[in-house]
Each structure stands twice: as C-alpha cells, then as structure tokens.
C-alpha cells in the first residue's frame, strides 16, 4: 500500500479550516470536505482520473459535523481512502464510515464547543474587559483556542491512524467530564457578573434593607429569561421588546 | 472617514469569513470585532464596553445543523461604531449603551437573513461543481470553495459598510438627541440586558449541577458586591 507524504497531509490538515467555506443547505459541508481531502486524492489515484473522479463524488455527498470535530473524519478518511486504493477495503465503506461518525461527533463537539468552551471564554473574556478591553479579547481568544487547535490537530493526527484510533481518541479525550467542567466554569463566572452588576445596581436604587428583594428580583428575571430560552424565544424577540417599550416610555 | 470605512471593510470582512466559512478562531465574536470598531471609529474602551455585554446576549442560540443564529457579529459592528462615535461627542452614558444595543437588534436580523441567502446561493454552487466533477474536472472543487468563501467575504464587507454606516449616523445624529429623561430610562434598562446574558450564559451551560453553582455565586457575589460598596 502506497501511503499519503507529509506534505498531503499538512496540506489536508490546513484545508479543513475552510470546510464550510460552501455551506449549503443541500450538502452542508460537502464541497468543504471534498477540498479539504482532494490533495491526498489526487496523489492516492495520480494515475487514475476515474478513481479519482469516483471518490470526489463519493465525498460530495451530504456531510456535516461539528466543524471543529471535522478532522477526525477527515483524517480517517484518508486513511480509509489509502486502503481503499490499495484494495483493503470497499471503497462504499468510507460513506457509510463518514456517516455513522459525523452525526455522533457532532453532538459530542456541539456538546462540547458551543455549549460549553464557548460560553466560558466569552463570559471570561467580558469579565476581564472590564479591567481593560485588551484583556477580555485575549481571554476570549486564548481560553477558546488553546483547546480548539489543539483538538483540529489532535483528531485529524488519530484519524489518519486509523478508523480505530479515531475511537481511542474520542474515549481517550473525555469529552463528557471536560463539557461538565467547563459548563461548571462558565456558570460560576456568569454567576459572578450577573451578581456583580446586580449588586452595584441596587446601591443606585436604594438601602441596604432593599438589597434582598432586588436579588430576588434578579434571580426571578433570570429564571424567567431561561424558561423563556427553553421555549425557543429567540434573545433578539426579547430585545425586541425591550425596545419598544424602551421607545414608548421615550415617547410618553 | 473614507479611510475608516476601508478598514472596517477588511475586519468586517475577516470577521464574517471567521463566522461561518474559515477558520472559526472566535475573531467574531462582539468583544473582538466592537472593540475593533470603537478603534477604527475612535473610542476603543465605548467600543470594548458595548461588546463585552453584546459578547453573551445571543449566546443560548447556537449554530447547529441548518439552524442560523441572529448575527451578532453585525449587530457588533453597528453597536462598536454607534458607541465610539458617540462617546467622542457626547460621552456614553448607561441610557446610550443601552439603546445602541437595542437598536442593533435589526441588524443581528438583518445579517442572518443575508447569510441564508448566501447559503442558498451556495447550493447552486454546490451543484455547479457537482456536475463539473461528474464531468471529470477535480479543479471545480477548488473553483467552488473559492466561490463560497468569496461570497461569504462579499457579503461581509456589504453587511460592514451597511451596520458601520448606520451606526455612525445613529451614534452621531440620534443619540445626540437624547434628553436626560430618555437617557435614564434607558439606563434603567440596562440591568435586563445583563441579566439577559447572564441568562444565555446560564441556558446553554445548564446541567443538573450548574443550577446551584450559577445561583449560589450570583448571591455571594451580590452580597459582596452590596455591602463592599455600602461600607466603603
């Protein structure tokens, strides 16, 4: 079996932050991952343009995942692509590879990135914009990127082991404990600046004997804002009310 | 002012490619791209001061599956803009941060009804380079990419010069306008809009155990906060 060089690979590797450079509503992320894959392609089936043409369609079927989570299949299916051409594998078990994988990685890296790694750098980094702007923006960046990166490399550098190793690495990972951990964070420093505003907005109000009632209040309009969420009003409906009552009281 | 425009072009044009087609490093998010826009129009700390609460407003709304959240990329950009450009003439009082933010909530609509159109073009692309594949042309993969990402970027920097430009006018002509009597029942506002982020916060981080965790720190930090300043 002739294997892809490093050059490819990196190639690859690179090419995977560009896979929703087409998002579309029919494929999603088709034409991103077809591009992502295509150097490791034409150098696999250099001297085959129909292979080649028969795997880029293969890869321009329906794809989508969580795009960070993207490498890991995009590695693996390199790797599968490899021993494919050398005649290890069926060249259909790729499809059904990438399908069986990319719903599950989605909802693990949906779980993990937007639901909890983004929510604690943005609530790190308004914290610390208070103190100064710069500041904030370096959390955001540095609390969200020093594991994103190292998760495109990690996950792509399993995948291109193997289908195998692609598992090993998303047990091994411990995604689960790590998006409660997070989560767990990301509540503590919400907490802290709704508690922090609420707490200097009740000195503009008023005395002391007044602090608890407005506590209470805030928590109730948090909890009302939350039950709201869950009833999927979207934040802009919200501010949308606020605005026009914002606007009659102007007006009045 | 031109050249200010220009440059906000290019972030604004990085910044939307960071959101949905390249990279997704974060260089989105509100904090970064209002604070870009409060030094490009400027007033970098008005621009830092509306993007850290915009920074958590949308964030119960996420990007998953076909689901498009409103863009507060854009609604950042007016905001950044309206802020610095007011705070250079008039100061940026609790009342103007708070209807800057209000009023950027047509463009957080506005710019993902934009980006649904983009995606819909981009399936014509997509099945472009379909058929040229089929055809034996593996160079169409590449002519597609750069196809979508291009519109993305295009789109970015339409959207930009469409948020900044408004935010300009609205930081410089409305704002302005505001009595004091508008101004603090604004400000009066503002306290909702936190809690509203915090709220988002606490929504897409919420599991069994970050209940307790979330209320209790609000209550300590509360009371710390009160009585530190109540003393003092």
């Not at chain 1, 992502?36 to 028969?54: G, M, V």
Request: charged share 15%; with cysteine.
């Amino acid at each position: 079996m002739e294997g892809t060089d490093k050059a490819v690979r990196r190639s690859a590797w690179r090419r995977q932050f560009l896979l929703q450079g087409c998002w579309n509503y029919e494929g999603m992320q088709n034409v991103g991952f077809a591009y992502s894959i295509l150097p490791a392609l034409r150098h696999i089936y250099r001297e085959k343009p129909e292979e080649l043409t028969k795997a880029l369609k293969r890869h321009l079927e329906y794809f989508n995942t969580q795009p960070a989570m993207g490498g890991v299949i995009l590695g693996a299916a390199l790797k599968l692509e490899e021993r494919a051409a050398a005649g290890e594998v069926d060249s259909r078990d790729i499809g059904t590879f990438k399908v069986g994988l990319m719903g599950s990685l989605g909802a693990i890296g949906d779980a993990y990135f937007w639901g909890a790694l983004r929510p604690m750098a943005s609530v790190a980094g308004a914290v610390l914009a208070l103190v100064h702007p710069f500041l904030g923006i370096a959390a955001l960046l540095l609390v969200y990127n020093l594991s994103h990166l190292p998760i495109r490399w990690k996950g792509f550098s399993a995948g291109i082991e193997g289908e195998e190793k692609a598992v090993e690495f998303l047990k091994g990972s411990g995604f689960a404990a790590k998006t409660e951990d997070r989560k767990i964070v990301a509540a503590i420093l919400g907490g802290a600046y709704a508690g922090a505003v609420c707490g200097k907005t009740a000195l503009m109000f008023g005395s002391g004997q007044a602090a608890p009632a407005f506590l209470l209040l805030a928590v109730l309009t948090v909890h009302l804002l939350t039950v709201l969420f869950r009833k999927a009003v979207s934040p802009s409906e919200i501010l949308l009310f606020l605005l026009i009552i914002g606007t009659l009281l102007v007006w009045h | 002012m031109y050249f200010q425009f220009l440059l906000a072009a290019v972030i604004g044009s990085i910044a939307y490619l960071d959101r949905t087609a390249a990279f997704q490093v974060m260089l989105h998010r509100p904090l970064v791209v209002a604070t870009a826009m409060g030094a490009v129009f400027g007033n970098v700390f008005a621009g830092a001061q509306v993007g850290a609460i915009l920074e958590l407003l949308y964030l119960a709304r996420l990007p998953v599956g076909a689901s498009i959240p409103p863009d507060d990329t854009g609604a950042a950009m007016f905001a950044g803009a309206a802020a610095a450009v007011s705070a250079s003439s008039v100061g940026l009082s609790a009342g103007s941060i708070t209807a800057v933010l209000l009023l950027s909530v047509p463009c957080a609509e506005l710019g993902k009804a934009a980006d649904r159109q983009v995606r819909r073009i981009n399936g014509r692309i997509a099945s472009l380079t379909a058929e040229s594949v089929e055809k034996g042309d593996s160079h169409a993969v590449e002519q597609g990419l750069l196809a979508g990402v291009t519109l993305f970027a295009l789109s970015g920097v339409v959207l930009t010069l469409l948020f900044t430009g408004a935010g300009v006018v609205v930081g410089r002509q409305l704002l302005p306008r505001f009595g004091p009597a508008s101004k603090s029942f604004f400000a009066a506002l503002l306290p909702v809009l936190i809690l509203l982020g915090a709220a988002s916060v606490f929504s897409c981080t919420r599991i069994g155990r970050t209940a307790p965790v979330f209320y209790l720190t609000m209550a300590m930090v509360f009371a710390a906060t009160f009585l530190f300043r109540w003393a003092g």
